[in-house]
């Protein structure tokens, strides 16, 4: 499914924090379409998805669609209770989100053994999503830095063995116009937390206003635009084992489904 005959499906009711689209959202929305393909390729019927830094509700939304059991912790009450409108209305059984902080993710979720890890953390304070004392976008890179470690770690040891994780990030700067390295220090993180870096695939966003932007940016400072994130995948264990566990890759038509 594309973004616009997802738009035009009636499955996407818009998003608090932007206009309501999902082309022209710009880094906000998490993509329907690598939502729905790292479903088809790293889980299959039946698994559970935990996601520790939940967002919008598109990934626990396509994980109902396609017969998944989603779990999303997210830090702000109103998105949550937006998520769970969207989630009731949508779907048969709404995926389960949960307001709290995800330090604290051990205590929050009772459940282990989950078979996915998908998530899309803040990009350091590219956008800060509130004041929060425990948002980690409003934190500075380096209260940022030490939280993101701790709240991959403690997802990855809910994942079961063999198991496959995705965490999308695109690179940030900082205020001396230096990157952050987000995807580095991502793979660092998850590496430490003990599942290891297997795949990487770039998501190209739309350009936009970039190549006006870009222009006159880059005569001043030489500074290149960016039109990608990084999709980052793990596994915790062996990938002969979980791709083994998985079968064949099934891609289920979601229109059929409605
Ligand atoms: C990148 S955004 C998600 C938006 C995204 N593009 C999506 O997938 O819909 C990351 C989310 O992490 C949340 N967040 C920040 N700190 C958190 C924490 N300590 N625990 C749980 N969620 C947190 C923010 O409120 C925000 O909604």
């Given at each position: 499914m594309t973004n616009a005959e997802f738009e035009a499906s009636g499955l996407y009711d818009?998003?608090?924090?932007?206009?309501g689209t999902l082309s022209d959202?710009?880094?906000?929305?998490?993509?329907?379409?690598?939502?729905?393909?790292?479903?088809?390729?790293?889980?299959?019927?039946?698994d559970t998805i935990i996601d520790p830094f939940a967002g919008g509700s598109v990934r626990g939304i396509v994980a109902e669609k396609m017969g998944r059991f989603y779990t999303g912790v997210e830090l702000r009450a109103e998105q949550v209770e937006a998520?769970?409108?969207?989630?009731?209305?949508?779907?048969?059984?709404?995926?389960?989100?949960?307001?709290?902080?995800?330090?604290?993710?051990?205590?929050?979720?009772?459940?282990?053994?989950?078979?996915?890890?998908?998530?899309?953390?803040?990009?350091?304070?590219?956008?800060v999503y509130s004041d929060d004392p425990a948002d980690i976008s409003n934190m500075g890179i380096d209260g940022f830095l030490e939280m993101y470690e701790i709240i991959l770690r403690k997802t990855v040891e809910?994942?079961?063995?063999?198991?496959?994780?995705?965490?999308?990030?695109?690179?940030a700067r900082g205020k001396d116009g230096f990157y952050y390295n987000l995807p580095g220090k991502t793979v660092e993180f998850m590496e430490r937390a003990?599942?290891?870096?297997?795949?990487?695939?770039?998501?190209?966003?739309?350009?936009?206003?970039?190549?006006?932007?870009?222009?006159?940016?880059?005569?001043?400072?030489?500074?290149?635009g960016k039109i990608h994130q990084n999709v980052l995948t793990f596994c915790k264990g062996s990938p002969?084992?979980?791709?083994?566990?998985?079968?064949?890759?099934?891609?289920?038509?979601?229109?059929?489904?409605?």
């Open positions: 818009g998003y608090s924090g932007n206009a959202s710009g880094t906000s929305v998490f993509d329907p379409v690598l939502c729905e393909l790292s479903y088809a390729w790293y889980t299959k019927e039946g998520n769970i409108i969207q989630g009731s209305e949508l779907c048969d059984a709404c995926p389960k989100w949960v307001q709290g902080d995800s330090a604290h993710i051990d205590e929050l979720l009772p459940e282990d053994g989950f078979d996915f890890m998908f998530t899309c953390p803040p990009y350091a304070d590219l956008e809910k994942l079961a063995d063999d198991r496959f994780a995705v965490v999308v990030i695109g690179d003990g599942a290891r870096y297997y795949n990487e695939a770039i998501l190209v966003t739309p350009a936009g206003s970039l190549p006006i932007r870009a222009g006159r940016q880059f005569a001043a400072s030489r500074k290149l002969r084992e979980a791709a083994g566990r998985l079968g064949e890759v099934v891609i289920p038509d979601l229109e059929e489904q409605e």
